[in-house]
């Protein structure tokens, strides 16, 4: 569906909001930036910047980019006769070699890495945003494959895909902090991806196989 002239602009002033406190937040601190002042630079009032962004937090994770759903939706988004983990690490080798802003390889990547390192709250979502990740991965392979709810199946592959998803950006993170360029951390990265793929078993990789999608009548 083609992006309607309203949404492109709630759109347009969602990010520019979240550009501009990410830039206050690198520059003074996460903690010593107020939502006021965020809407003052912003050139919005403080009521637009909480319609957009319940939390402080939400501005620089915003939830429709670090969304719990994100390995849930890759694998319920493959295509038939894709097994999920063989989806999962397509993606990550897609967007990292498209150099996507999902997984960090942007200019000044750097900074802003520093700051949420240097937020506790920041912390704390990153980490809750992990389990999140890996428990609703969990339940859509369960769902997927009619597991018994004592199949422990599903949260293991959904463990060592949070796991890997996980390492791929604690290794851009600490690539960048020690001042590698973003091409250099790609083809970096895309080593690890490939590491990783050799060292996980068959039936790992070969775990939930998607089905052809039924034929509407």
Not at 82 to 105: F, N
Not at 201 to 209: F, H, M, Q, S, W
């Amino acid at each position: 569906m083609t992006e309607g002239l309203r949404e492109r602009k709630k759109r347009q002033t969602r990010q520019r909001i979240s550009r501009v406190a990410t830039g206050l937040f690198v520059e003074r601190g996460f903690e010593h930036v107020t939502i006021a002042e965020v809407a003052a630079a912003a050139e919005v009032s403080v009521n637009t910047v909480y319609n957009y962004f319940e939390a402080k937090e939400d501005l620089v994770l915003p939830p429709d980019e670090a969304s719990p759903q994100r390995l849930a939706d890759i694998v319920r988004g493959r295509s038939p006769g894709e097994p999920a983990v063989q989806a999962v690490l397509a993606r990550l080798r897609d967007e990292v070699r498209r150099r996507d802003r999902k997984v960090g390889l942007t200019e000044g990547f750097g900074r802003v890495l520093e700051m949420m390192q240097a937020a506790p709250t920041l912390t704390a979502r990153l980490g809750d945003l992990g389990r999140q990740m890996t428990e609703a991965l969990a339940d859509a392979l369960a769902e997927e494959t009619g597991a018994a709810p004592d199949d422990p199946l599903p949260r293991v592959v959904a463990w060592h895909l949070g796991c890997v998803h996980s390492l791929v950006y604690a290794e851009i993170g600490r690539r960048t902090a020690a001042g590698e360029s973003p091409d250099a951390i790609a083809e970096a990265v895309l080593e690890l991806l490939d590491a990783v793929e050799s060292l996980l078993g068959e039936r790992v990789l070969t775990y939930a196989v998607r089905k052809d999608q039924p034929c509407s009548e």
